[in-house]
């Protein structure tokens, strides 16, 4: 078995993946939850204070009319609502391990910065334990661990436009290493939890808060009409789907006073979905007199409609699959692209940066921002670069950066690639500084103990790749990035950062050894503050590394690209050959083969998920029949029948895909290498 510095990283891997769970049980017997049942939080907020504090209010939306909870931005006091935990949470002292939260609001046009709806605060020591907050472009869900000598805490996000003055409902589901959102009953977004929701998160000595953190910051301004909190099950399944989705109402008493209950102009019940009845339980009946009823069926999970003959399943937006693609805009570039990197300005909106490059021009040329504007992407900004091959997106201490790889010119002399910060007042990006590389293909950022990094893989120094790519380190004192260490490489063209428990790890695809394409690309392991070899992969001209979990497991995928070399000779498949999907084994500290799909000089792999479905698709740019119009194509992961295609998309000279979500929907655009106009495609779902 292999030893790095004396200790055997699978074995300490296999003991933080098996033995976790130990380690966090508390001392002391949890009592178990036994109420599941809708535990509505305005109510018991408006119980428990007899009276609004300044600066909240219950006021009516005659438009809608509802009642809600208002918020006002203008004043100066600590404005939410709060009650003790305790009064929820009568029959146990943790908070439930799987959970929804439902939250009906309308939060102020063009608000800025962090808000939040709901917190969980163990009051002694101000600590956060749960909370849900809101900017203006995301919603975000905060948790901490139970407690031990250092709290750890983790903040998934969802990209959505929740601030834009309009009423909305969304859904935070939590259930194992998954968290989802579901908005005004469209299909969810999840997201895989590095960090599971705590099983035992404790709640003793903890309150409630509404519209705040107990801290007159970042308050919320608006209006709240509804938060129900739902152990051990979906929230959206009850509420969806709604004739009214963006005021979805679960079937509740109101928690406002009886008088102020607005009325409805003797509309049936079914007209108005905050009336909607749904009933849950094992068994209902189902008649001529029934038509139109919903139910929720507890053994099998799945909300049901009544047809006057008997119960029809309700389609489970969870479970929404793509169905096909269409084209959504045509983006015109400045020149080929090679690289696309989609990203999110807190305050601002959806980005997209486009590498241009012309291999005919020994010269710098622009490359463009663009900005998601009404629907779209429209060129935002211009920047010059020489070559460039790929941009990366990073945060540090509130800052936006981006970096990008300048390949440089065709003589092969070292390149100056750059790091761009964004000037809030200016609205721009600006040259914040400037790092020697040779023909350099990729950046990658990473965080590891709060230290910041940036990786650049240089790829020759004239007709030399046997050379060294070099990991920056950020100096917070000069707000800089300076070398740390450098790493042999071959032709490198992607470094790929991915965390699996407490260990970082890179691995970089190397493409060329100066005689073959055949060389080993080198998965390293972070130990003792330096990246140290792991493994070592047989890759061919590989272009591309891709980390994805799904569930439990984790696969680093490698885009194959070229065969070429002394035992290529009497090949004829050159571009048309395999690339591999590895799978990790904790056992033997490695990652195995395990699945290999035929691509055509494939460029680049993206990860993404479409409801409850894991996907992947491949940037084919080449085939053997020497042509650049080549499918790309998605696949879907199908469990024992491992990645089957799904889905072929007509591409030029694919480069490079990026997976984004914008008010609910979901797009893939993807780079063309050989012209000035890429695509984004609509992901159409059923």
């Not at 003790?84 to 799987?98: A, M, Q």
């Not at 805490?153 to 969304?170: L, M, Q, R």
């Not at 590989?542 to 799904?550: F, K, L, R, S």
């Not at 479409?610 to 740019?621: H, I, K, P, T």
């Amino acid at each position: 078995m292999n030893l790095i510095h004396g200790r055997s990283w699978a074995g300490t891997v296999a003991c933080y993946l098996s033995l976790a769970v130990v380690v966090a049980i508390p001392s002391r017997l949890p009592r178990p939850c036994t109420n599941l049942q809708p535990i509505d939080l305005l109510a018991r907020a408006l119980e428990f204070q007899r009276y609004l504090p300044s600066g909240t209010d219950i006021t009516i939306d005659r438009a809608h009319t509802i009642h809600a909870i208002a918020f006002s931005p203008d004043s100066g006091t600590l404005q939410g609502v709060n009650f003790p935990s305790n009064r929820v949470f009568l029959n146990c002292e943790y908070f439930p391990e799987e959970f929804s939260i439902l939250v009906t609001l309308k939060a102020r046009l063009n608000m800025k910065g962090n808000q939040y709806i709901l917190s969980l605060v163990q009051e002694r020591v101000h600590n956060i334990r749960l909370a849900i907050r809101i900017t203006r472009f995301k919603v975000f869900f905060d948790y901490s661990s139970s407690g031990g000598p250092v709290v750890k805490k983790s903040s998934p996000s969802f990209a959505t436009e929740i601030a834009d003055g309009e009423w909305h409902t969304f859904v935070i589901t939590v259930t194992g290493n998954d968290v989802g959102l579901t908005v005004d009953c469209r299909p969810p977004y999840f997201t895989y939890l590095d960090r599971a929701f705590p099983a035992y998160l404790d709640t003793t000595g903890t309150k409630f808060h509404i519209g705040n953190k107990r801290r007159r910051k970042e308050q919320f301004t608006g209006q709240l009409h509804q938060l129900v909190l739902l152990p051990g099950a979906d929230a959206s399944t009850l509420v969806c789907p709604s004739l009214n989705p963006r005021l979805a109402r679960m079937n509740l008493p109101s928690p406002f006073p009886k008088d102020l209950v607005p009325q409805h102009n003797n509309a049936p019940d079914h007209q108005s979905d905050a009336r909607m009845k749904v009933e849950m339980g094992d068994d209902s009946v189902c008649t001529n007199g029934d038509v139109g009823r919903m139910w929720f069926d507890t053994k099998s999970g799945s909300m049901k409609l009544c047809d006057g003959l008997g119960w029809i399943a309700v389609a489970d937006a969870g479970n929404s699959r793509i169905d096909y693609l269409d084209v959504h805009q045509d983006v015109y570039t400045p020149a080929n692209t090679i690289d696309i990197e989609t990203f999110y300005i807190e305050g601002e909106g959806l980005f997209m940066a486009t590498a241009n490059h012309d291999a005919r021009l020994d010269k710098e040329l622009d490359s463009s921002i663009f900005k998601w504007t009404n629907g779209e992407f429209v060129v935002h900004q211009n920047i010059k670069t020489y070559g460039a091959q790929e941009w990366e997106y990073f945060v540090i201490d509130g800052q936006t950066f981006l970096a990008v790889a300048n390949y440089g010119g065709t003589s092969g002399s070292e390149t100056n690639s750059r790091v761009y910060r964004w000037e809030p007042k200016l609205k721009r990006f600006a040259l914040h500084q400037e790092m020697i590389t040779f023909n350099a293909r990729d950046w990658e950022a990473f965080e590891i103990d709060g230290e910041h990094y940036l990786v650049v893989a240089n790829h020759a120094r004239g007709l030399e790749h046997n050379i060294e790519s070099v990991i920056f380190h950020w100096e917070r004192a000069g707000d800089y990035f300076v070398p740390y260490q450098t790493i042999p490489t071959k032709a490198a063209y992607d470094w790929e950062a991915f965390t699996i428990g407490p260990y970082h790890f890179l691995a970089v695809a190397n493409a060329y050894n100066g005689v073959s394409t055949k060389v080993d690309s080198v998965i390293y392991v972070w130990q003792y503050g330096r990246f140290l070899p792991l493994q070592f992969v047989e890759t061919m001209g590989c272009t591309d590394w891709e980390y994805m979990n799904i569930g439990k497991e984790h696969f680093l995928v490698a885009a194959n690209a070229f065969n070429h070399g002394p035992h290529a000779l009497d090949s004829s498949y050159r571009y048309s050959i395999n690339s591999t999907i590895y799978k990790l084994n904790v056992q033997k500290q490695r990652f195995e083969e395990f699945q290999n799909i035929r691509t055509h000089s494939a460029t680049d792999w993206e990860s993404f998920r479409v409801g409850r479905d894991n996907y992947l698709v491949v940037a084919n740019s080449y085939d053997d029949g020497e042509s650049n119009d080549v499918d790309s194509v998605v696949y879907r992961w199908q469990g024992v029948e491992k990645f089957k295609p799904v889905h072929n998309i007509p591409t030029t000279s694919c480069a490079d895909w990026e997976f984004f979500q914008m008010h609910g929907e979901s797009f893939l655009v993807y780079a063309n290498a050989k012209g000035r106009v890429s695509k984004v495609l609509r992901i159409r779902t059923y």
